[in-house]
């Protein structure tokens, strides 16, 4: 009994200072945009502001030298459409892969998984020169149009897909039903967990690229959020930690509430996009 | 009739991969063999030679070294972490969600914000790391990401912390599905714990460890946010990993064609890498299930 006791202090104690670890960096960051601007970094005994500057949030969005506000628009537009986009193209994919036989189908899904792999290194340049002949810099084309498909979401699908029993595909069949309709109609509503895990991790990698979105864009008004808050780092916050911790957060907050809404998909979405 | 309909359901996809896949990666090797630099029209043919020159390039290397050196480092450590807080984790207490939710936040935070958040830990005098070793009565003067055996070492760590959920989540995926019995069995024949972590929980995760092995390498040589944010490469090259150094041969010094055979050999050596990782760890598996 005693042991037992002892076990679980010892797992609380080691899963408290981990957490603290984990923590401890957010925290500050959140202490440090409520501060007064303009003041040195506060040392780690004022930390928490005698009065809290809930302004700054707006100070950053607003600020006249940056277009902020815009680029929270920007990033908002462009991950709706990607994350929708992707999710009816990979869907479609993931049940042809899943739930079709056809010629070629596994030498086609291997080559989508070894671009997913291996795929990254090589693109960026010719993705980049061919979005340029294309003459999409600095639209929002060149900012969607490459996220529309996503092999990690096929694969992620497919795994889903590929546990419903066929049965249900057969007895709509059976009932004349094509196969576009048993798509959209029989599985998609069942796989309401895998599609809000797959558009989860779409919303993160949209909402968060950063090599894409700075090369693709050079004019300040079609920037995002992330490519947004480099600049803002670089050239009006360097040394201005509240307001630079203000406009991490506004990029970060997003992410954050989809995540928590929907982590309980999570493990088991992290699990089968890994494994097997 | 099946048949037909399977790559209408592919098609979009398939499209598109062709696209932004398969379309470049033959650009990318036209590309490799061709003189362009982005500011002029002239793009002569010019053989292997941005490969020769690339591989005569110090810079190169060191960039290899260095992004060598960041894997090296950064993928078994943080693997050790995350094996040891699955376990941690993989216990049926109260609260262990919450656990599990914390320790996946940084992952899905944006790549900016948190490498800004990383300046500040890093700083000298004020940042976090000098402010609590002064607390010890240390100087607490190191100024981490401008030094040399630091810069480094700070960017790892970094690393650590954020790749901690996405590892965790797979190990924990791993010891789930892991027989109970055996363990019964082995606790039934008086096997300590930490023998049976060495006979049984390690050689039945072997699946999970190459996929995790594998995918961290693979994203730690193409690692690029935090270097661009928080050391440009520097001090003194020591954190000019591969993928920013072809980032700048490409976009400051707008050479495309020598930038793609760069890029080519930074897929071998990730390609050698994967298969020698691969392999080890399959013959590892077929000792286990011997």
Redesign the interface.
Known sequence: MIRKVLK?VA??S??IG??L??????A??VL?SLQETKT??P??DKLVPETVHWENFATVLFMPELPVFRFFLNSVFIAIVVVLGQLF??S??A???SR????G?DA?FT??LL?M???????????F??VRSFGWLDSYVALIV?G??S?FS?FLLRQFFAQIPNELSEAARIDGAS?FRI?WSVVMPLSKAALATASAFSF?AV??D??WPL?ATSFVQMRTL??G??VF?NSYGSTN?PM??AA??I??IP??V???AT?RY??KG??LG??K | MRGKVGWFFVAPATAHLLLFALVPIGYALWLSFHDWNLLKDSRPFVGLQNYSETLADSNFWNAMWNSARYAITGVPLGMIVALAVALLVNQKIRGMAVFRTLFYLPAISSGVAISMLWIYVFLPESGLINSIVKVFGFEGKTDFLNEVPFAMWALVFMSIWTGLGPRMVLFLAGLVVIDPSLYEAAELDGTSRWRSFWRITLPMLTPTTLFVLVTSTISAFQVFTPIYMMTKGGPMDSTDVVGYHIYNEAWRRFHVGSASAQSFLLLLAILVVAIIQYRLMKSRMEDAAA
């Open positions: 679980i797992t609380y080691l899963l981990l957490g670890f984990m923590l401890a960096p957010f500050w960051m440090v040195a970094i040392t780690l193209v990979s479609l994919a049940y042809g892969f079709l036989k056809f010629k189908r086609l080559a989508f671009s792999m291996f795929g990254g290194t090589v693109t960026q340049i010719p993705v020169l061919m490459p529309l498909s092999a096929i196969e798509y993160f909402w968060t950063f090599f090369l992330e490519v808050l480099s780092k930690w630079q911790m991490a957060l990029v970060m992410c954050v989809v995540f928590l982590q999570f493990v992290v699990t890994g494994l």
